[in-house]
C-alpha cells in the first residue's frame, strides 16, 4: 500500500541496545492507554492497527548519526548529545494513512510514550531534536486530561542574536497545515518568550485556527502584536513573524 507523505508520521526510538520486547511494549501500551493489540510481533518489527490507522515499529541495529547534532539543539538537557551518543540502535516508528493531524498525533505520542518505559531506552529522535524519554513520557500524560502535548509535537527553538537579544521559531506546525513562526529580535525575557510561544502554538492548534500576515493578535490593546511574513532567520523558507 502508498501512503502520502503528509499522513504520515514518524520517528526514532533510540536504545542503548539492540534489543526491544514488544510483549512488554503491548502490555505498557495497554496499561497507559487501553489499546489492546491483537496482532502478533515479529523478531524485528511489529506492524498493528489503532482503529483503523496502521502502525509499524521496526528495530534497526545501527545508531542514527544525525541523532547526536540534534540532540544539542534540546537545550532542557545538557547532557543529551554525550546521551544520545550511547545510543547503538534504533526503532523506527510510523504512523500511517491517517488524515487527520491531531488523530495521528495523538496516535504517536501513545504508542512512542508507552515504547520508551523500557530501561534500554534513551529517547526520541524528531528532527530537529531528541526528546528526552522521561521528559516526552511526563508531557504525554497531559492527554489524559484531554489535553494536547504541543511541546511533544512542536519543537520552540530559542537563539540570541549578536545582539545578545533572544529569538525564537517553531518547527512542527507545517504538520498541522500551519505555517512556522518566527519572533525576532524581542526585548522579552527567555521564560516569557518561551511561554507567549508555546500559548500560540497551544491556541493554532487545539482551535485550529491560522495566522494571516496582517492580523494581530493578543490579550487586548495594549499587548497586542502584528503579524508579517517574511523569509525566515533560522532556517530556508518563509516564516510569520510575530513583534512580540
Keep these: 500500500m502508498a501512503y502520502k507523505k ?3 508520521l514518524a520517528g526514532c526510538v533510540l536504545l542503548k ?13 495497554f496499561d497507559d492507554w487501553k489499546v489492546e493489540l491483537t496482532e502478533e510481533a515479529a523478531e524485528f518489527a511489529f506492524e498493528f492497527k489503532i482503529g483503523e490507522v496502521n502502525c509499524a515499529c521496526m528495530l534497526v541495529p545501527a545508531p542514527k548519526p544525525e541523532a547526536v547534532s540534534a540532540a544539542a539543539n534540546n537545550y532542557s538537557w545538557p547532557e543529551a ?3 544520545t551518543a550511547e545510543h547503538v540502535a534504533h526503532v523506527e516508528v510510523g504512523i500511517m494513512d491517517c488524515e487527520n493531524p491531531i488523530q495521528r498525533h495523538v496516535l504517536f505520542t501513545m504508542v512512542v510514550s508507552s515504547m520508551m518505559k523500557q530501561d534500554h531506552v534513551i529517547g526520541l ?4 531534536t531528541v526528546y528526552k524519554a522521561v521528559d516526552y513520557i511526563e508531557g504525554a500524560e497531559v492527554m489524559k486530561k484531554d489535553e494536547f502535548p504541543v511541546t511533544n509535537w512542536v519543537y520552540i527553538g530559542l537563539h540570541q542574536d549578536q545582539d545578545g537579544l533572544w ?6 506546525m507545517e504538520s498541522f ?11 522579552a525575557g527567555l521564560i516569557e518568550l518561551y511561554q507567549f510561544m508555546v500559548q500560540i ?3 493554532l492548534i487545539t482551535q485550529n485556527d491560522t495566522l494571516e500576515p496582517g492580523q494581530r493578535i493578543g490579550s ?3 499587548h497586542s502584536y502584528e503579524v508579517t511574513r517574511s523569509e525566515a532567520v533560522a532556517f530556508d523558507g518563509e516564516t510569520l513573524k510575530i513583534a512580540f
Design 6 to 8: 503528509d499522513e504520515i
Design 17 to 29: 541496545d539492540y534489543t526491544y520486547d514488544w510483549d512488554t511494549f503491548r502490555m505498557q501500551l
Design 81 to 83: 548529545a554525550a546521551v
Design 125 to 128: 529522535y524528531q528532527y530537529p
Design 167 to 172: 529569538n525564537s521559531y517553531t518547527y512542527g
Design 177 to 187: 497545515n500551519k505555517e512556522e513562526m518566527e519572533i525576532i529580535h524581542t526585548q
Design 201 to 203: 502554538v497551544t491556541y
Design 220 to 222: 487586548d490593546e495594549e
